[in-house]
């Protein structure tokens, strides 16, 4: 079992930046990436980006340049920086792990129970 806990969520103007992290307990050693997906009000959830252990990283294209994905050594802590928000930005974030090793966007095992992420215009 794997426990994922997100932070950092809140409300911020456009044009700014926030920095989500997520905590991951448990049986980590067995997930191969780590990703970030969003639901935005009234739409269905969607892949924003992901990273394995080692650092190969993978952005939907509505976020590439401005958004980072980072991890750290101990396999812990996988964190999302978001630069020059945009109000579409807004959406429920949550953090997730999986064991496939081939797929990057789909097939995730654990959620986390997610952010809120307000952007205003």
């Known amino acids: 079992q794997v426990n994922l806990v997100e932070s950092g969520g809140g409300l911020v103007q456009a044009g700014g930046s926030l920095r989500l992290s997520c905590a991951a307990s448990?049986?980590?050693?067995?997930?191969?990436?780590m990703g970030w997906f969003r639901q935005p009000p009234g739409k269905a959830r969607e892949f924003v980006a992901a990273?394995?252990?080692?650092?190969?990283?993978n952005y939907a294209d509505s976020v590439k340049g401005r958004f980072t994905i980072s991890s750290d050594n101990a396999k812990t802590t996988v964190n999302l920086e978001m630069n020059s928000l945009k109000p579409e930005d807004t959406a429920v974030y949550y953090c997730?792990?999986?064991?496939?090793?081939?797929?990057?966007?789909?097939?995730?095992?654990?959620w986390g129970q997610g952010t809120r992420v307000t952007v205003s215009s």
């Open positions: 997730a792990a999986t064991r496939d090793t081939v797929v990057v966007t789909t097939h995730y095992d654990y």
């Open positions: 448990g049986r980590t050693w067995n997930i191969y990436r």
């Open positions: 990273t394995t252990w080692s650092g190969n990283t």
